[in-house]
């Protein structure tokens, strides 16, 4: 398949496509909420992969399910997942419709997702990506309740006009926010992003974060 290839900070390289391919937002969402080393994750709407990649390429070794519905960007991640070796092994790209996924239910330490953000779109590719055709947010947070285990987390990025909604499908789904960060441009800016980590059956408490600055380097990645 035709692509062009980004390298991270480690030497990981993510296959892109003029069609599948990643904004900050979703490298920004996999910063926020690195696994540990050895724990079993889940990058849902994995697109291109890079959640999964950008993990691979700050350490984690865990077995990690890509769930992604659209075939060409499940099919990019396979190929660079292939390409690189055995080290990658542990990334496992599965073309699917998260709403019904659930294989490993109930297995799971974290979840990550970078969910459509609009409710309508025209083009077929970019619609599934950027709008709720075929994922809502509904069944983004119920595929992570039941994919994770008991106090696992659920990650997700989003618009910040959004972010009651988001709050409260998420408590609806008995996932308790307990890590929010907005991103923002500059210091004086406003946001254009937020960042929202959740637990499985989890008590109320809600850590506000520092501002997370994309003037500070924030998305940058590969050699500078």
């Known amino acids: 398949m035709e692509h062009s290839t980004e390298i991270l900070y480690n030497k990981t390289e993510v296959y892109c496509s003029s069609v599948h391919r990643f904004g900050s937002d979703a490298l920004l969402l996999a910063r926020f909420c690195p696994?540990?080393?050895?724990?079993?994750?889940?990058?849902?709407?994995?697109?291109?992969?890079?959640?999964?990649?950008?993990?691979?390429?700050?350490?984690?070794?865990?077995?990690?399910t890509a769930l992604e519905l659209q075939p060409e960007a499940s099919a990019l991640l396979a190929e660079a997942v292939a390409a690189q070796g055995p080290e990658l092994a542990h990334i496992t790209p599965v073309r699917a419709d998260l709403r019904a996924y659930r294989e490993g239910e109930g297995s799971f330490d974290l979840c990550a997702c970078n969910p459509p953000y609009f409710t309508a779109g025209s083009n077929a590719a970019r619609a599934t990506a950027r709008h709720e055709t075929d994922c809502t947010l509904e069944d983004v947070c119920a595929c992570g309740f039941r994919l994770l285990k008991d106090g696992g987390r659920l990650a997700l990025c989003h618009r910040p006009e959004r972010l009651a909604e988001v709050l409260a499908v998420l408590r609806a789904h008995r996932l308790e926010p307990k890590r929010l960060a907005f991103v923002k441009n500059r210091a004086e800016s406003a946001p254009w992003l937020f960042l929202v980590e959740a637990q499985k059956n989890r008590k109320t408490g809600l850590k506000i974060e520092p501002d997370i600055l994309i003037a500070a380097g924030a998305a940058m990645y590969g050699k500078h």
């Open 35 to 64: 696994p540990k080393r050895g724990q079993k994750a889940a990058d849902l709407c994995s697109g291109c992969g890079i959640v999964s990649l950008e993990w691979h390429d700050s350490g984690h070794r865990g077995p990690c």
